[in-house]
């Protein structure tokens, strides 16, 4: 009764050839876990057999019996069956009782308890009675297997489907209406049970039968797969299952079938889609600090998660870093951020950019409060229909349903979120709008933060952009040209700077530099630097002797801020700039001061922890000049080195803050000689500076730097020998006569008489001075320039000082009468003594 019969042969064409005999990988036999090829072959196995007659006497028996007590059947026919027992007597009658238990006695001793059933076969004098004897453990576990079967199929919590091996479906636990079929198919073991295309949507169905064909073929477990699985009865509704499945064989392994469990996850999956959706909005927002990013962002994580259209309209305002007004009737909208889930966008919708004024009647949908939903679009169709302006912003021709957030921040409104589902999408509900005001919750407070970020980046620039001089700047000395690049990330407005100062004799300032930290901290420090150079150039100052004060003047700066930051008001331990120390930003700061003369064509320059220049002098390659940088600003410990170089007409220099070595991937020596090179081919003669900076700058930053950086670009010239005119003169007091007659033929050389009178007096007056209390030689020289300019030299280097005589003096009127004829005048040290010079403005025509 247990032999069982050979394996079917191979499927008809179109069915799937199963490897009957297959084991599934993962398997193994132990105590627990017994092997279901061989379970029910042994002592352990299934039923031994035996058929009594009404005597209790075995007539016959199975193998089975054999190996359950070790005795052979011709030991045991035609014995009563009592006689097996460990317990003779264990029986009341010739018969067991049905259902009972016995303890069996083996012959090589010790006993096997094991469970009886009773069938009767016939009755009358000559009955026949079939007996089954299961060892008692196999009895229990078929109990716990049908106890197990039957609680499944009776429940619903957990739906359990039998698939046989075609994979149809022929028993499942469910009642019919929740499957959507009749109540026949139902019924277990109904040939009319429909198939997986008969109940699910063709998509799910096609989904599912492949995950159970793999089951059937490779024997691997199916574990918590989740899907759609849409019913044909109402296609409307989302349904997900977590599906489970596993192969089913026989006791000789062949292949049955396909069991399925499956339990509705819709809640727990929309739930988890939705947490997902704002988890992964909250990542794509955070840190966006520009507001269209924001807008697409947004629409991009929307689209087709979410919704199948989606568009976000922002007011002006908000785009501009304005706080925005109320929203009402006429107030002006930009179409910022559109998305598709076919990637087209509706030709009937306006586009990206378009400017929409909102309209009385769909004011109110904007403003705060919840979200609007609309189920059904036919009202709003009716309600359009005279209104192309607005339909081309509400309603597209697919649409099924709509979504309108308001995007909300700090009780106002910066624009509206609209959300469309088309075709056969499930419509919005209330959780989908509910779900919709969280996110554009979240939304709004980025594009708020991205909106005051770019109030404040655009404040600092505009303040940036006014402490730098403008941007050409043409003198006889050099045509110049600064070039301000603000930083594309966050960082924004940092703190490079650049000035072009005039000096006297005609003389030119280049100065760059580079101040520590970004923002308005950054772009004050940046102002207070610039005007202690502007300050320090008007003393007329060697570049190295400029930047010796403007470093004790960081140090200042920096000891005070540290006073400030220090809460008992006492100096912080460390040093200035350690940490915690704030110093204006002005402490570590860098800078790069030269000055060219365009009479003599000499170039001096010194650099306070700032690059060299780049040089091209007239007809020669492009170079670094040879100057070593000294400590930056505030830190000391070295003095400042001058480097002097004769320039050519027509030479260029370019100075740059060190951001712009350090703007790409690139090492700073190999971007050095990059930026020499894009220089040099640049700086052709034709070319003006503004030229130059433009296509070093659009060669070497192909994309916006990370940091600000600054450029300054100047080509110098040199004043022609017809403008100038000096002498030098011995300690002597005719020199002054002397002087007198040649600074009256050199004015009327150049045709200013007019100014004739007054220069004489002036060159007389500071000729006699350096005689009478300096010495030879003395230098004197005119330059005919935008002014006319007066300077002599001496080697004294006491300075001038003017005071107002009283009346009973004898003289001390000098410098103030030059004051009062004069423009403008001022002195300068020199290597070899000093300079008094003087400005007077020339004629008109």
């Known amino acids: 009764m247990c032999r069982a019969g050979p394996p079917p042969r191979g499927q008809a064409h179109g069915r799937v050839e199963w490897n009957h005999h297959h084991r599934r990988p993962g398997v193994r036999q132990t105590s627990t876990n017994p092997d279901p090829h061989s379970e029910g072959r042994g002592p352990g196995g299934c039923a031994a057999v035996l058929v009594l007659d009404r005597h209790g006497t075995v007539l016959t028996c199975t193998a089975e019996l054999e190996s359950l007590v070790g005795r052979t059947a011709e030991e045991i026919c035609g014995r009563p069956a009592t006689e097996l027992l460990a317990r003779p007597g264990g029986w009341s009658h010739p018969l067991p009782p049905p259902g009972s238990r016995a303890e069996l006695r083996h012959a ?9 059933d009773v069938l009767p076969l016939r009755a009358g004098a000559d009955a026949r009675y079939l007996v089954a004897a299961m060892p008692a453990a196999a009895a229990e576990r078929r109990q716990q297997n049908e106890a197990l079967v039957r609680a499944l199929f009776t429940q619903t919590r957990i739906g359990l489907a039998i698939h046989d091996t075609e994979l149809r479906l022929v028993r499942v636990n469910l009642p019919p209406e929740l499957l959507g079929i009749p109540a026949a198919g139902a019924a277990a073991e109904t040939s009319s049970v429909p198939s997986l295309e008969e109940v699910l949507l063709p998509d799910d169905a096609v989904a599912v039968r492949e995950q159970l064909r793999k089951v059937a073929e490779t024997g691997v477990p199916l574990v918590d797969w989740v899907h759609s699985a849409r019913l044909l009865s109402r296609p409307e509704a989302d349904r997900i299952v977590s599906l489970s ?20 996850v819709t809640e727990q999956e929309r739930t988890r889609q939705q947490l997902a959706l704002v988890g992964a909005a909250a990542k794509r927002l955070e840190g966006t600090l520009d507001v269209v990013r924001c807008a697409e962002q947004l629409v991009e994580v929307m689209v087709p998660e979410f919704a199948d259209l989606a568009v976000v309209d922002l007011t002006e305002a908000v785009l501009v870093g304005e706080e925005p007004g109320g929203f009402a009737h006429g107030s002006l909208l930009r179409r910022v951020a559109l998305a598709a889930a ?4 509706p030709d009937e919708l306006h586009p990206r950019g378009m400017r929409l004024r909102v309209q009385e009647q769909d004011s109110h949908w904007m403003r705060p409060g919840s979200a609007v939903l609309l189920t059904d679009m036919g009202p709003v169709r009716e309600r359009v229909a005279e209104e192309p302006e607005l339909r081309g912003m509400v309603l597209p021709e697919a649409a099924t349903s709509m979504l309108v957030v308001p995007l909300n921040a700090r009780g106002l409104v910066l624009g509206g979120l609209l959300l469309w589902r088309t075709g056969d999408r499930v419509p919005f509900g209330p959780d989908d709008a509910a779900l919709g005001e969280e996110i554009g919750s979240r939304a709004a407070l980025s594009m708020d933060s991205a909106r005051r970020y770019t109030r404040e980046h655009r404040t600092a620039e505009a303040l940036q952009r006014s402490l730098l001089p403008r941007a050409v700047v043409k003198i006889s000395a050099a045509e110049t040209v600064g070039l301000y690049v603000p ?12 000035d ?21 901290e950054a772009t004050a420090a940046t102002g207070r630097l610039r005007t202690a150079v502007q300050t320090l150039s008007d003393l007329d100052m060697t570049p190295e002797e400029l930047l010796t004060h403007l470093d004790d003047l960081v140090r200042r700066l920096a000891a005070v801020e540290e006073s400030e930051a220090s809460p008992d008001g006492s100096p912080p331990d460390g040093p200035p700039g350690s940490e915690g120390d704030r110093g204006g ?3 570590g700061s860098t800078c790069l001061y030269a000055v060219y003369d365009p009479v003599t064509g000499h170039c001096s320059m010194a650099s306070a922890g700032h690059p060299p220049p780049v040089v091209v002098a007239a007809g020669e390659a492009a170079g670094i000049a040879d100057l070593k940088p000294g400590p930056a600003l505030g830190v000391g410990g070295e003095p400042f080195e001058q480097l002097d170089l004769g320039l050519p007409p027509g030479s260029v220099l370019a100075l740059f803050t060190e951001k712009l070595l350090s703007a790409s991937g690139e090492s700073p020596g190999e971007r050095l000689r990059r930026l020499c090179a894009q220089v040099e081919s640049a700086a052709a003669p034709q070319a003006s500076p503004a030229e130059v900076g433009r296509n070093v700058l659009d060669n070497l930053l192909p994309e916006p730097p990370e940091q600000d950086l600054a450029l300054l670009v100047s080509r110098v010239r040199a004043l022609p020998a017809s403008m100038t005119a000096a002498w030098e003169f011995p300690g002597e007091p005719t020199a002054v006569a002397e002087a007198r007659e040649l600074v009256i033929a050199q004015l009327t050389e150049w045709r200013l008489e007019e100014l004739a009178f007054t220069t004489e007096l002036i060159a007389s007056e500071l000729v006699t001075n350096s005689i009478r209390y300096a010495g030879a030689p003395v230098g004197l020289r005119l330059i005919r320039d935008k002014v006319l300019m007066c300077e002599v030299s001496d080697p004294s280097q006491t300075q001038p000082r003017l005071r107002r005589a009283r009346p009973t003096d004898e003289g001390g009127r000098g410098l103030f009468l030059i004051a009062q004829l004069a423009h403008r005048w001022g002195s300068r040290y020199t290597r070899f003594g000093k300079t008094i010079w003087t400005e007077q403005l020339l004629p008109p025509g």
């Open 500 to 520: 072009v100062i005039a000096l006297s004799s005609s003389r030119i300032a280049l100065v760059v530099g580079d101040v520590v930290g970004h923002g308005l």
């Open 245 to 264: 499945g596993f192969r089913l064989e026989d006791s000789e392994g062949r292949f049955t079938g396909v069991a399925a469990t499956f339990t509705d």
């Open 108 to 116: 090589a001793g010790g006993t096997v308890e094991v469970q009886l």
């Open 585 to 587: 930003g002005v402490y």
């Open 487 to 498: 930083a594309a990330t966050t960082a924004g407005i940092g703190g490079s700077w650049f």
């Open 342 to 345: 076919d990637g087209g966008w």
